[in-house]
């Protein structure tokens, strides 16, 4: 008996490393991929930014810096539905035919809250942080200008994390399927996860009330949806149970 729960032990790890190779060279393909697309990418990023403060490059490396930044964040794309598509085959054997059918249809919705969470963060929340870093520019002496490998360093850092909290209602709903959370665990949470959601809007925004007003309410929706979404997934869960009975 202890030989086949190590043999299984086994065989799950050599599956977790299959599916780990392939993530991994998926990233890579598309890194390198990346390279094509940096150079039209950095002028649609740059675009707006370009007439009010300039960009420049201060050394012989910054243009390569900026070319495996677009290559990173085109791959990081690129490679989350493979991931997701990974975990999700990597524990369906312990999920019904129902439940992996509906597990599986999470990966486009994950990929969209993503697409959707970087958008919101560029188009909405980079505009408010990058206008209040050029007025406290140039409320100093001297002529203000960015390096654009630390301009784009600056954006991934904002825009990224974002698009990972965007994914809080797969990932809710993802933990109420396994078991592993409850709508009640949620509500008991739901004053400590305010609270971090206000130190993460506070962290990732400009020192006033107004910009971390408008950041703090969509988290809170965000956190809401994803305990509604729970609570209707949790549901069903029991009334099948019941039904089984």
Known sequence: MREEKEMAVTAHLGELRIRLIWVLAVFVLSFFGGFFVAGPLVKYLTANLEASIPLVLLGPADAFRVYIQMAFLFSVVVTLPVLLFHIWRFVTPGLTAKERSVTGRMIPVATLLFIAGLLFAYYYLFPLIIQFAINLSQG???????????????????????????ELPVIVLFLTRLGIVTPQLLRRMRKGAYLVLAVLAAAITPPDFVSQTLVFVPLILLYEISLWIAGRAYKKMQQKTADER
């Not at 001297?142 to 654009?148: D, L």
């Open 140 to 166: 100093l002496s001297g002529e203000t200008f960015f390096s654009m490998p630390q301009y784009f360093h600056f954006m991934m850092n904002i825009v990224l994390p974002v698009g990972v909290v965007f």
